[in-house]
């Protein structure tokens, strides 16, 4: 059992070591290298590659997402861009390519009204549906070789200094002028530039300098060529792929108007906020005099009754005070009553009649001089009485 047992395991031992060893002899190791993926501006930015690639060559290059106007012998490259969507946009780009600016476009220009095609002369046209056996349309190559062509000389062939274009379409340019530089094939026109006013347009009709496509066929050169660049030439990239966002639109054109707003919003808050503490120390809350409990009630009742009510006061409490010193008051007659008290107090009998008598509205300050009268007829009714007390005791 035993000498089972080793037989069994050698056998695996020699099998495994046979493997390994053909593993060994058939195996190769070799450095593959990798492309990392994009950072950074490489990451954003669609043109990085290209604008490397022409500062290299000697050109002054910018990548931007809203127009501005460059110098008039400077080169704008536009991918993604809407011709129509701006008028006074498309008349600053138009005026200044014919003031002398280098326009180049791809085929990813978006031109609905066909605007641009009607002011550059240059347009896209498709080819006629067409089919092949299965029913599907035949897809087009991957890269093109096409001859150029210069102002005053045509192509001789192919083999005439080609340059390779990759990512075409199956369409084909036609230009309504003689081209200053074009590129073509049997198909047609594949890049064209023609005069415009001072300055040139040119077409490529393919996607060539955008992300990594500057390093298929022969772009670089194709670039070279459709910009007419020069060493110091000043190159800006044009792109609405990655437009900024409607915050950072309004903050760049409305920073004033934003940060009022903003200090307004804040002020609004900051007044509305809830506080910690009371704004001001509370008051006291001490007892009123009597004094002041009765100028209030009589500013109250004033204010809500016409001064009647307290009228009607000032003659009951004058009434209380006669009948304590005049002896059968309550039985009198109204005119006995106004002679009593004329007699006790000394006042003006009509006085005194037209100011018990005559409760009817009163401005603020006849009620005042009508009420000063009553309180002092009071008064003066009970002097005797109270001196009578006083020398009783």
């Known amino acids: 059992m035993t000498r089972k047992r080793l037989a069994i395991s050698l056998l695996v031992t020699v099998s495994i070591a046979l493997f390994v060893f053909w593993i060994g002899n058939n ?11 994009p950072k950074g501006q490489a990451l954003i930015n669609p043109f990085y590659a290209t604008q490397r690639f022409a500062e290299t060559l000697g050109a002054r290059t910018a990548w931007d997402r809203m127009l501005t106007v460059p110098s008039a012998d400077a080169v704008v490259v536009v991918s993604s861009w809407h011709w129509s ?6 008349f600053a780009l138009e005026q200044w390519v014919e003031s002398g600016g280098r ?13 641009f095609a009607d002011w550059s002369g240059v347009s896209v046209h498709l080819p006629a549906p067409e089919s092949v056996e299965g029913g599907k349309a035949a897809p087009p190559p991957v890269c093109r070789r096409l001859a150029q062509e210069f102002s005053g000389q045509g192509a001789t ?86 437009y900024p966002s ?12 934003v940060g009022m707003a903003l200090t307004l919003l804040a002020a609004l808050l900051w007044r509305g906020a809830i506080r910690f503490g009371p704004p001001a120390p509370p008051t ?19 204010r809500h009754g016409s001064g009647q009510s307290l009228h009607a006061a000032s003659v009951r409490a004058l009434d209380e005070a006669a009948q304590r010193r005049i002896n059968g008051y309550g039985g009198l007659t109204r005119d ?3 002679a009593a008290l004329a007699r006790v107090t000394g006042f003006d009998r009509d006085s005194l009649a037209a100011a018990i008598h005559h409760p009817g509205w009163r401005t603020a300050g006849e009620l005042r001089r009508t009420l000063s009268l009553l309180e002092a007829a009071r008064r003066q009714t009970l002097i005797r009485e109270t001196r009578l007390e006083h020398g009783t005791r």
């Open 85 to 90: 969507l701006s008028k006074s946009r498309r």
């Open 103 to 115: 326009l180049v476009m791809d085929d990813r220009l978006i031109d609905p009204s066909d605007e």
């Open 336 to 338: 006995e009553r106004i």
């Open 27 to 37: 195996t190769s190791w070799e450095d593959v290298k990798v492309p990392m993926p």
């Open 284 to 302: 006291i809350a001490a007892r009123r005099s009597l004094a002041d409990q009765i100028r209030g009630t009589g500013r109250f009742a004033l």
């Open 246 to 257: 409607l915050l950072a639109l309004t903050w760049r054109h409305g920073a004033p108007v």
């Open 157 to 242: 062939g192919f083999d005439a200094d080609p340059l390779m274009l990759c990512h075409a379409d199956t369409s084909w340019l036609q230009s309504r002028q003689v081209p200053q530089w074009a590129l073509r094939d049997t198909k047609g026109l594949q890049a064209v530039r023609v005069a415009k006013g001072r300055g040139s347009v040119t077409v490529i009709n393919a996607d060539a300098f955008v992300r990594r496509a500057i390093f298929d066929g022969d772009h670089g050169r194709i670039f070279a060529a459709a910009t007419g660049l020069r060493r110091g030439d000043e190159v800006h990239f044009l792109s609405e792929d990655d």
